[in-house]
């Protein structure tokens, strides 16, 4: 891994980087991957690689992520991490343990940090927006945490272009800290609202993106050409099958595989290059399960993406009208 070179990105308009890459644990640690020295071994190889971005959730495998990421996070040097995890989704059948509520955020962190064992978080997001909380609130909640010192900037995740314009009006008009970072899907196969709706108003208001799902849930990786995999996630997730598995995403993926071919690389790398210089990105997430896939990943970096790449990649898998 030694001949890759990290690249680090401002995340928006603040001081702080992070790499070009992450590293995030949905539907994999705590959930497929549950062996504590697997989870460490592929965190540490990310870490020794550049990767200082570390993205987890309370909602993946209901908090058993964080708790086995906090594991392997916690003896690398805290001052060189950035590590993130969200709030929002119900996490019990308590009627008040969901959403963005004051009461919901400030119970919620205090989970998050004492299953990671950490005292801070350098990103929290609001893992979608709450239509039953006045956004005020939630943005008073999340200033209170920085004030508190539990966290150092807050985000939005898959929240639209006009939300995350009218909560940063919000914020500045209360002088309050306005969102730093959305945490959007993007991939050839879901670039529309991305490229036309997300990224202009994160950009216009300074805040940084970092990606989910670069590869589609391995659509794009080719895996899924010939069936569908029993150890693969669209075999337990019949929805990322009906999302993505469609024949005219399988004919897509079969001819960007000319492409990828054509400049010495896999689908995957080819993919990844292309999400990690869309305009606005800070970092994309991935998520690996062995280290041959981190590997072959974190290849992407070599990877150039010139004009006439992209105009071939852009015919294969064309940005709709705008949403």
Not at 37 to 42: E, G, H, N
Request: hydrophobic fraction near 40%.
């Amino acid at each position: 891994m030694s001949e890759i070179e990290m690249q680090y990105r401002n995340l928006g308009a603040c001081g702080t980087k992070v790499s070009a890459f992450g590293l995030g644990g949905w539907t994999t640690y705590g959930d497929s991957v549950t062996d504590d020295s697997t989870v460490a071994t592929l965190i540490n190889a990310a870490f020794d690689a550049g990767v200082n971005f570390f993205d987890s959730a309370d909602i993946y495998a209901r908090g058993a992520c964080e708790t086995i990421m906090g594991k392997a996070l916690r003896k690398l040097p805290r001052h060189e991490l950035v590590i993130s995890s969200k709030v929002f989704w119900p996490m019990s059948e308590d009627v008040n343990d969901h959403g963005l509520s004051r009461k919901h955020i400030m119970e919620s962190i205090d989970k998050t940090l004492q299953r990671m064992g950490l005292d801070y978080l350098d990103l929290y997001f609001c893992h979608r927006f709450d239509e039953e909380t006045p956004i005020e609130e939630t943005l008073r909640a999340m200033d209170d945490l920085i004030h508190q010192g539990k966290v150092l900037y807050w985000g939005t995740s898959e929240w639209t272009g006009e939300q995350i314009r009218n909560v940063s009006e919000l914020a500045r008009n209360r002088n309050l800290y306005s969102p730093q970072v959305e945490q959007p899907q993007l991939n050839l196969i879901e670039r529309t609202k991305f490229e036309t709706n997300v990224s202009p108003a994160a950009q216009e208001c300074g805040m940084g993106l970092v990606t989910w799902s670069p590869l589609g849930s391995g659509m794009l990786t080719g895996k899924y050409d010939d069936g569908i995999p029993k150890d693969s996630r669209m075999a337990t997730l019949d929805w990322l099958q009906e999302q993505f598995r469609t024949e005219q995403n399988l004919a897509r993926v079969k001819a960007l595989k000319t492409v990828a071919d054509e400049i010495g690389c896999t689908r995957a790398q080819l993919a990844l290059a292309w999400a990690v210089t869309e305009p606005g990105v800070s970092s994309v997430i991935l998520g690996a399960t062995k280290l041959e896939q981190l590997n072959d990943n974190l290849g992407a970096l070599k990877i150039e993406i010139t004009d006439d790449i992209r105009a071939q990649i852009d015919k294969i898998f064309p940005c709709s009208e705008a949403v």
